[in-house]
Nanobody, 116 residues
Framework: QVQLVESGGGLAQAGGSQRLSCAAS????????MGWYRQAPGKRRELVAT???????NYADSVKGRFTISRDNAKNTVYLQMNSLKPEDTAVYYC??????????WGKGTLVTVSS
């Protein structure tokens, strides 16, 4: 089992920045890929960014050049640095861990609200 706890988020102004953190605990060795997803009101959950155990990253087109995903293996933590925020970035952001056996773990989510 893997437990994920997100922190960060809150209210930001358009053009501003925020950093989200996701601390993982439990069977860390089983994790292959970690990532961030988001779900805006009335919309489906969508991929934001992922990072593999070997630091290979992938981003949604909508956040490329603005968001950066990174990890600190010593702290078992993944970060999402969000710059140049837009009102359409408003969503609940979820941390995800995908295990080698294809089991997916989710955090409870943290709300990011971007005002115009």
């Amino acid at each position: 089992q893997v437990q994920l706890v997100e922190s960060g988020g809150g209210l930001a102004q358009a053009g501003g920045s925020q950093r989200l953190s996701c601390a993982a605990s439990g069977s860390i060795f089983s994790i292959n890929v970690m990532g961030w997803y988001r779900q805006a009101p009335g919309k489906r959950r969508e991929l934001v960014a992922t990072i593999t155990r070997y630091d290979s990253t992938n981003y949604a087109d909508s956040v490329k050049g603005r968001f950066t995903i990174s990890r600190d293996n010593a702290k078992n933590t993944v970060y999402l640095q969000m710059n140049s925020l837009k009102p359409e970035d408003t969503a609940v952001y979820y941390c995800n861990a995908a295990a080698y056996n294809a089991v997916a773990y989710w955090g409870k989510g943290t709300l990011v609200t971007v005002s115009s």
